[in-house]
């Protein structure tokens, strides 16, 4: 395929995206036609059916991406011994420009989309999860992360709620604190 026809479909597939988030606004997902979105994002609804099987096929698409990006942001920082706060940072940043679908896929029942994201970051090797939970004992380790990317999107789901009122710098910054605050050793 031609670079030409590459953003061709890079801005069809863009106005369907941006046609369902506009749509997600007002109904929900089940409610939504391929006729209904066709028309919102100015496009044949056979143009639809050349790139998605139906309405939940693009859902899940948008979800895989969101899923890729979030990979390609912990790949790019990750480094033995880094900082967690550029990934932390990068990936409210990231929250942020995709506020508009982001809410939806986060709210939504029954996705599989939150494990996903959740498995995406978790670490693979026992010096990562050293790097992660310094001095927790490694039959610790699951528990922790459980509850470190729960609170993350408790607080992520928050910051929607509230409209995205503090930047993702300072959503990153209070999630960092809260987590080095989670991963000290209990002091009895």
């Known amino acids: 395929m031609t670079v030409k026809g590459d953003r061709r479909v890079r801005r069809t597939q863009k106005a369907l995206r941006d046609a ?10 089940k ?3 391929v006729i209904e979105l066709a028309e919102q994002a100015d496009i044949n609804r056979g143009t639809f059916y050349l790139h998605y099987r139906d309405i939940y096929d693009l859902y899940a698409s948008i979800e895989e991406e969101i899923v890729r990006e979030f990979f390609e942001i912990f790949r790019k920082h990750h480094r033995g011994g880094a900082s967690m706060m550029p990934i932390i940072i990068e990936a409210f940043e990231y929250l942020g420009r995709n506020a508009d679908i982001c809410r939806f896929i986060l709210g939504s029942e029954g ?25 927790v004992s490694p039959a610790d380790h699951e528990l922790y992360y459980t ?3 729960s609170g993350c999107v408790g607080l992520i789901r928050r910051w929607f709620k509230a409209g995205l009122r503090e930047s993702p710098k ?3 910054e ?5 987590m080095e605050q989670a991963c000290r050793p209990a002091v009895l």
């Open 170 to 172: 300072r959503m990153a």
């Open 20 to 29: 369902l988030t506009q749509l997600l606004m007002e109904k929900s997902l």
């Open 174 to 178: 209070i999630a960092r604190t809260l």
């Open 147 to 149: 509850f470190i990317t």
């Open 111 to 135: 996705s599989e989309f939150l494990d996903r994201l959740i498995e995406t970051g978790k670490p693979q090797t026992a010096s990562e999860w050293e790097q992660l939970f310094p001095g």
């Open 31 to 33: 409610e939504i036609s």
